[in-house]
């Protein structure tokens, strides 16, 4: 008889610590997921990133408003749990998923502005300020991805989703950017 781990989603925008053994699961588009873990003290955690949104220094207070949809405060956000569980950041490791280009041709990407492609950096830039190793990366290229991280023995089983047997997958992201967008227009209009 199997047992089962419990399965914990990581929905856009969100974030996921746990030191007990668990599945942590996303599926992801332009969206980049960070997979940390403490090796040592068997603390894992993951965050759904959906904009790196890198300009300006973010207080707390906004982080706590808008949970973890964007960079600087999913990566806070995530660690904070993580070392309140026992994590040591000296200890810490990650992987690195997503960034794909579902909205515009991947090779057009060289030439444009994508946000996959903007997402996956700040990741990848954060972890590096932050000595953080990053010992796996799957990022850009035209597909999204599930990915599921295993805490019982940190590995990460990733899943390629075809751009055209998913255009909800597009609609969603292409939603969800929108929002965001909309969102931080009103909040200059306001003068926030």
């Known amino acids: 008889m199997s047992t089962q781990l419990p399965q914990i989603r990581v929905a856009p925008g969100g974030y996921c610590a746990s030191k007990s053994e668990v599945v942590l699961s996303t599926t992801l588009g332009s969206c980049v997921a960070v997979c940390l873990y403490d090796p040592f003290n068997k603390v894992v955690g993951m965050n759904h990133i959906m904009i790196s949104r890198e300009e300006g220094n973010v207080s707390k207070l906004f982080c706590f408003e808008e949970d973890g949809k964007y960079g ?20 810490m490791l990650a992987k690195v998923f997503g960034g794909a280009s579902l ?17 996956a950096r700040f990741a990848m830039n954060y972890l590096t300020i ?8 799957a990022v850009g290229g035209d ?12 590995s990460v089983w990733v899943k390629k989703i075809k751009k055209s047997s998913n255009p909800a997958l597009v609609r969603k992201d292409d939603r ?17």
């Open 72 to 91: 600087s405060c999913a990566m806070d956000l995530l660690m904070d749990v993580m070392l309140k569980q026992g994590a040591v950041l000296k200890n």
């Open 103 to 119: 909205l515009k041709p991947y090779d057009a990407c060289s030439l444009e502005y994508c946000i996959g492609d903007e997402n």
């Open 130 to 137: 932050n000595s953080i190793p990053i010992i796996t990366k």
């Open 143 to 154: 597909q999204g991805r599930v990915i599921r991280f295993y805490s019982s023995d940190f």
């Open 176 to 192: 969800a950017w929108e929002n965001v967008k909309q969102k931080g227009e009103k909040e200059q209009r306001s003068g926030k």
